[in-house]
């Protein structure tokens, strides 16, 4: 995204919008994705969550 670099959009329907990025290793040698925001195309104006430099405490369940 040219208004924050590094951070990527997935597109799984016609108003389906994610971003993310890379984290660093939770589990060494698996890639690790940080998930910023979910929800409609409105979302791109502001692609990072506010607590966009989340730690371990923020970690996904597998």
Do not use: C, F, N, Q
């Amino acid at each position: 995204m040219r208004r924050a670099p590094g951070v990527y959009e997935l597109t799984w329907a016609p108003d389906g919008r994610a971003t993310w990025s890379y984290g660093r290793a939770v589990v060494a040698g698996l890639t690790h994705i940080v998930w910023h925001r979910i929800g409609t195309h409105s979302i791109l104006d502001r692609p990072l969550a506010e607590d966009h430099l989340a730690g371990p405490r923020h970690r996904l369940a597998a």
